[in-house]
């Protein structure tokens, strides 16, 4: 494997469901980046984390749990999400958290929640 | 590898006048086209973005027009208010070896005088 892969690709789940959504990346980058993309908007920065630690959280709801276990390693946790968090879900990462330092993304995750 | 390079890097306007930043690219593979917004303090936020496939898109007070064939893209703000102060970043999508991701420009410092 190589670059940014996310598992899965489609997700369906009910409002009372938990699911956690899979980034894993094989460039040996140090930051990682949640974004949500959802119909006819632009990509909202979710979490960063940089070295296993968190350094950003844009006012995320909490239903919405990241966790980093290790540099090549991002999950994202969901419980009792809305039908308003339908939307792609990207994973991306960089060499370092520099906002300029080139960003690589996975190919999403398609999350629909009923 | 792409390079985007971003003009001016300073650009000071009256209060209720038009901004205008530009942005050229170098890889004609790009096919997305974001803008961020990062006020003082703050991690950028995504403001507009354009696809290949779209020569303009507007959003209120902020549009962007691209032309594929000279290989640029720019941000067009009217009716400037103080809160546009901010520091403006273009990027440009790039696709190789390890999937999609992101070059950006070097950022346009705008000051909006009242």
């Known amino acids: 494997e190589t670059g940014v892969t996310q598992t899965p690709r489609h997700l369906v789940m009910g409002m009372t469901n938990k699911k956690s959504l899979k980034c894993e990346q094989h460039?040996?980058?140090?930051?990682m980046y949640w974004y949500k993309q959802s119909a006819k908007k632009p990509l909202e920065l979710m979490f960063v984390?940089?070295?296993?630690?968190?350094?950003e959280n844009n006012s995320v709801p909490s239903r919405f749990s990241p966790e980093c276990p290790n540099s090549s390693h991002l999950f994202l946790h969901l419980h009792t999400l809305q039908p308003e968090d339908s939307a792609l879900y990207l994973c991306?990462?960089?060499?370092?958290?520099?906002?300029?330092?080139?960003?690589?993304f996975g190919p999403g995750t398609r999350l629909t929640v009923l | 590898g792409e390079n985007v390079e971003q003009h001016p890097s300073t650009l000071s306007v009256q209060e209720g006048d038009s901004a205008v930043i530009k942005c050229t690219y170098s890889?004609?593979?790009?096919?997305?086209f974001p803008w961020y917004k990062q006020e003082l303090g703050k991690r950028p936020q995504l403001i507009i973005d354009?696809?290949?496939?779209?020569g303009e898109k507007k959003d209120q007070r902020i549009a962007v027009t691209l032309n594929k064939t000279a290989k640029h893209f720019s941000l067009h703000i009217t009716e400037t208010q103080p809160e546009d102060s901010a520091v403006y970043f273009c990027?440009?999508?790039?696709?190789?070896?390890?999937?999609?991701?992101?070059?950006f420009g070097p950022g346009t410092r705008l000051s909006v005088l009242p």
């Open positions: 991306a990462s960089s060499q370092t958290g520099g906002f300029t330092d080139t960003q690589y």
């Open positions: 460039l040996g980058h140090n930051a």
């Open positions: 984390y940089n070295f296993k630690e968190q350094t």
């Open positions: 890889d004609s593979a790009s096919n997305y």
């Open positions: 354009i696809r290949s496939n779209v």
């Open positions: 990027a440009a999508s790039i696709k190789d070896n390890y999937g999609q991701n992101f070059v």
